[in-house]
């Protein structure tokens, strides 16, 4: 005779993503089981701990929470317009240093020059993201901005490490090709 006990799946598997998705860069305020209260914009969920980035802007100060999802008792959404300011903020200040640096033009022309290197190296290229402004090949590997080799996202490590030292070695002259 087998003990059979049941296990409660995690919550990663019952709760819908879009559940999360609906607090992100939105105002909310987070209850906590020993009734403390935290108030800020939503950076992001984990989906695995439960745990709230809440971020909250005070003249030239940024105070940022990180309330554990095990201890939460309720939230409820305070400000629903997203205006793009706030987003662009929260964005920025966990974006790479080098990104804010570069100027829009900066950032296109290392966006075009690298597409066509990769054009030139046989592999299928688009154009994907809000704002076209992220590389994609096939689907199985995306580069963000500033498009270095540091910047490729794939879950195939293979073909991260091969596209990783193609832009590692593209010259710095090959558009003159």
């Not at 590997?141 to 540091?150: H, K, Q, S, T």
């Amino acid at each position: 005779m087998s003990d059979e006990t049941e296990i409660d799946p995690h919550n990663i598997f019952i709760k819908d993503p879009d559940e999360w998705m609906q607090y992100v860069y939105k105002q909310v305020n987070v209850l906590v089981e020993d009734g403390s209260e935290y108030t800020g914009w939503v950076y992001t969920i984990d989906p695995v701990s439960e745990c709230i980035v809440l971020m909250t802007f005070n003249d030239d100060k940024t105070k940022m929470d990180i309330i554990n999802g095990s201890s939460v008792s309720s939230i409820s959404i305070i400000d629903e317009d997203t205006e793009l300011h706030i987003k662009a903020k929260l964005d920025a200040m966990f974006r790479p240093k080098e990104t804010s640096l570069l100027t829009e033009e900066e950032l296109e022309s290392l966006k075009k020059r690298l597409k066509l290197w990769l054009i030139k190296n046989r592999l299928p290229v688009q154009l994907t993201g809000n704002n076209d402004e992220i590389l994609s090949i096939s689907d199985a590997l995306f580069i963000e901005p500033p498009y270095g080799a540091d910047n490729c996202r794939s879950t195939n490590e293979i073909i991260l490490g091969r596209i990783q030292g193609l832009i590692k070695n593209m010259p710095a002259d090959h558009e003159d090709w």
